[in-house]
């Protein structure tokens, strides 16, 4: 099983550590990623599709020994404040890699678990669709209105009530309560706004 690391309780660093430049990296061209969107845009223009999440690899090489872990873990903490930071080790020799760390950070809660108080089991969850970018003096009036506009976008809020309607599709027969808001609200990031639905969820004895 994959070690999870747990630091709840160590602060934010104040400041970024200065990292290696990678020696190269892969995956910045990529014709089958351009061939994928193209083929969403036009199987959602003929009606196949409502939603699509599309991704590339990009692959970075470092000289032996200059890539410092610890470093880029404490640098995601320092730019993502607000975020579900992690940084699991996976087996060792995982796809040939001498010290295989999966690391990130994510502005949406896949799941949080509560207490089982003897009626059934209940978690969380703050799923995100629809964003839009912010501009660096965030909290002014102009940022402000992104976020509005991100609020009355008919595009982004289909795209999120295609997303909701999904999960309460999948949880309803399994629950004997399912919370989720008729309509979502915006969670931003230093970059994102973001629209979300933070919803909770009872599960139904087995």
Not at 3 to 26: K, M, N, S, Y
Not at 41 to 47: D, G, I
Not at 106 to 121: C, N, Y
Not at 125 to 139: D, N, V, Y
Request: with cysteine; net charge negative.
């Amino acid at each position: 099983m994959p070690e999870r690391l747990q630091i709840d309780d160590i602060p934010v660093p104040e400041h970024e550590v200065t990292l290696a430049e990678p020696t190269q990296i892969e995956g910045r061209e990529n014709p089958g990623y351009r061939q994928a969107v193209a083929t969403a845009v036009e199987r959602m223009k003929a009606h196949q599709l409502d939603k699509v999440v599309l991704s590339r690899l990009l692959r970075a090489d470092y000289a032996p020994g200059t890539l410092d872990l610890a470093g880029v873990y404490n640098n995601l903490r320092a730019q993502q404040p607000n975020t579900f930071i992690f940084s699991v080790k996976l087996p060792q020799g995982h796809r040939g890699l001498e010290y295989p760390y999966l690391m990130g950070a994510s502005p949406e809660l896949i799941f949080s678990t509560e207490p089982d108080t003897g009626e059934g089991s209940a978690f969380k969850t703050h799923p995100l669709a629809g964003s839009a970018p912010r501009i660096a003096e965030h909290g002014s009036a102009e940022d402000e209105a992104l976020g509005q506009r991100l609020m009355a976008s008919r595009k982004d809020r289909g795209e999120h009530a295609t997303v909701i309607a999904d999960i309460r599709a999948q949880l309803e027969p399994m629950t004997r309560q399912l919370t989720i808001p008729e309509v979502p609200s915006l969670l931003q990031t230093p970059q994102l706004w973001h629209l979300g639905t933070p919803s909770r969820v009872c599960l139904s004895r087995v």
